[in-house]
């Protein structure tokens, strides 16, 4: 059974930093494109970044600059480093793998994603 477990969010002042962690068991990911996404209260959940199992990376726009996302594919492991967070990135982060070109955790039935890891950006 193929399992994504989220953790490392918390409680963080603005322009402070956190680094998540998505474990992945059941399958080997390491050729697979990994995402991370976040759903703000009250909103659909949005990519912010991926990275393809050749290193390649992308960011939101929202998100550039301040984001990295890595990978350690002898853990099965992805990260999202998080600096200087904003309230605005206040929201509950998911990680996902796309296999196939359909993503594990399906975009069309996002109630069945979870709990992820929650990250609240106040002072």
């Known amino acids: 059974q193929v399992q994504l477990v989220e953790s490392g969010g918390g409680l963080v002042q603005p322009g402070g930093s956190l680094r998540l962690s998505c474990a992945a068991s059941?399958?080997?990911?390491?050729?697979?494109?990994m995402g991370w996404y976040r759903q703000a209260p009250g909103k659909q959940p949005d990519l912010v970044a991926y990275i393809a199992g050749d290193g390649r990376t992308n960011y939101a726009d929202s998100v550039k600059g301040r984001f990295t996302i890595s990978r350690d594919n002898a853990l099965n492991t992805v990260y999202l480093q998080m600096n200087s967070l904003k309230p605005e990135d206040t929201a509950v982060y998911y990680c996902?793998?796309?296999?196939?070109?359909?993503?594990?955790?399906?975009?069309?039935?996002?109630?069945?994603w979870g709990q992820g890891t929650q990250v609240t950006v106040s002072s």
């Open positions: 059941g399958s080997d990911f390491s050729r697979y494109l």
């Open positions: 996902n793998v796309l296999i196939g070109g359909t993503w594990l955790r399906s975009t069309n039935d996002f109630g069945s």
